[in-house]
């Protein structure tokens, strides 16, 4: 079935370093894919999402690149900050179903040092 | 505008009760899905609605569990009898149609604790 494996946390960096969260997915089909961030306390925000192969999401800084070829979706942000602190979700949208459900992966936490 | 919303925010029942949770999707959205959030199982579906479809109830973990989707926008979530593995945090989300194209939008989330 549909999955994603998503890069155990948790992720500490200090203020303006670099920052890759490692996505990969298995999936039937041709699924759009999604980074969500939870902030503390807060629910579920969508960051970025991309629909097809190649196709590059961005928003506040970070990236992440939907690669058909290795099947990934790796987030990227090039200097992070105190305030990105928070738990990244990769989610697949499943099309094989009809419902177009998400399948998560585990989270990643990322805690920013000043 | 307004975004989904939950209700309650937080619930604390004893072992055996049953608990209803409430959703209100964004206007216009004719998709709903119910996941849930917990320590063990991560994020998992639960439940479908779209339009007058039949749901999608194949994320159900047991038959305590149900839902129902009323003139296609409120939904509630009830589950029976409730045990302590049922504690978790339940999410809805909604989004303008079910496809790829469309992100769902997610709801602050009703913590339940079962005790």
């Known amino acids: 079935g549909n999955s994603v494996t998503q890069m155990e946390g948790p992720v500490t960096l200090s203020e303006e370093a670099f920052l890759t969260i490692n996505c990969t997915y298995t999936?039937?089909?041709?699924?759009?894919l999604f980074w969500y961030v939870q902030y503390p306390g807060e629910g579920l925000q969508l960051l970025l999402k991309?629909?097809?192969?190649?196709d590059k999401g961005s928003n506040k800084g970070f990236e992440a690149t939907y690669r058909k070829e290795t099947t990934s979706f790796h987030l990227e942000k090039g200097s992070v900050q105190v305030s990105d602190s928070a738990v990244y979700f990769c989610a697949l949208s499943d099309p094989t179903s009809g419902t177009y459900k998400y399948i998560f992966g585990t989270g990643t936490r990322l805690k920013v040092l000043a | 505008g307004a975004g989904v919303s939950q209700s309650p925010s937080n619930k604390v029942t004893e072992k055996g009760k049953d608990v209803e949770l409430r959703c209100d999707p964004i206007?216009?959205?004719?998709?709903l899905y119910w996941y849930r959030q917990s320590l063990g199982q991560g994020l998992e579906f639960l439940i479908y609605f779209q339009g007058n479809s039949a749901p999608d109830k194949s994320g159900l973990p047991s038959d305590r569990f149900s839902a129902e989707r009323t003139g296609g926008s409120v939904s509630t979530l009830t589950i029976q009898r409730t045990q302590q593995e049922d504690s978790a945090v339940y999410l809805c989300a909604s989004s303008l149609a079910a496809g790829g194209q469309y992100e769902q939008y997610f709801g602050p989330g009703t913590r339940l604790t079962v005790t």
């Open positions: 991309a629909t097809k192969a190649d």
């Open positions: 206007s216009g959205h004719t998709a």
């Open positions: 999936a039937t089909g041709y699924p759009s």
